[in-house]
């Protein structure tokens, strides 16, 4: 493993920048301290200062356990490529899989 932020991993950064690699980030844990309470578990301003940056040159996406809904919510003003919230259940990437809402419509108890 080369460590971004040694002086071989600038080679590193910069062909994923070249290449216009999806940079994807995990919310809880990651992104925000592990989650006490996941409706407050807090992000650092300068946290979402730099993903916004980051956002506006290199595709990013974000994973959650929360909703779609509650992480735009919490990260407002980055420009994301993509949100997957709901542990993968409520993807932002194209049109939604309506065989797969088909299926968990009929887990209902």
Do not use: K, Y
């Not at 407002?76 to 990437?93: Q, R, S, T, W």
């Amino acid at each position: 493993m080369i460590p971004i932020l040694s002086p071989g991993g600038a080679a590193v950064v910069e062909d994923l920048v070249r290449a216009r690699a999806l940079l994807v980030f995990d919310l809880e844990g990651a992104l925000a301290s592990a989650p006490v309470d996941a409706d407050e578990t807090p992000i650092r301003p300068e946290a979402l200062d730099l993903l916004r940056a980051v956002s506006l040159f290199q595709p990013c996406a974000v994973v959650s356990g929360q909703s779609r809904a509650e992480v735009l919510r919490r990260l407002p003003g980055v420009a994301f490529a993509g949100v997957i919230g709901n542990h993968g259940a409520e993807l932002a990437f194209g049109p939604r899989d309506r065989d797969a809402e088909r299926l968990v419509a009929g887990w209902r108890v």
